[in-house]
């Protein structure tokens, strides 16, 4: 069994800043890309950040700048460091991750989701 575990989400002022984690637990070969997405009531899941297994990144514009996504592949662990946090941040964050379980066996994997919320 294969699960991700969240930690971190809570409720920071304006300018704080967070960091979320995201555990992954179970009997694994092999974490392709990890992500971060965030939702907000009457939108869509948006992707923040992504990084693949080699450490390249990618980012939202509107994190640009301010949200670092990293990854630890020794803990089967991955981050995301929320920096200079805007009110317009606030959102359920899920992480993801695409995990092969076996050489035969790949699976896309969800979070439970954190509550972020910035203050103004």
Known sequence: QVQLVES???LVQAGGSLRLSCAVSGSIFSINAMGWYRQVPGKGRELVAVI???GSTNYADSVKGRF???????????????N????EDTAVY??????WRTLLSRHNYWGQGTQVTVSS
């Open 8 to 10: 971190g989400g809570g």
């Open 94 to 99: 899920y992480c993801n991750a695409d995990i």
């Open 52 to 54: 693949t297994s080699g």
């Open 84 to 87: 200079s946090l805007k009110p």
């Open 68 to 82: 670092t996504i990293s990854r630890d592949n020794a803990k089967n662990t991955g981050y995301l460091q929320m």
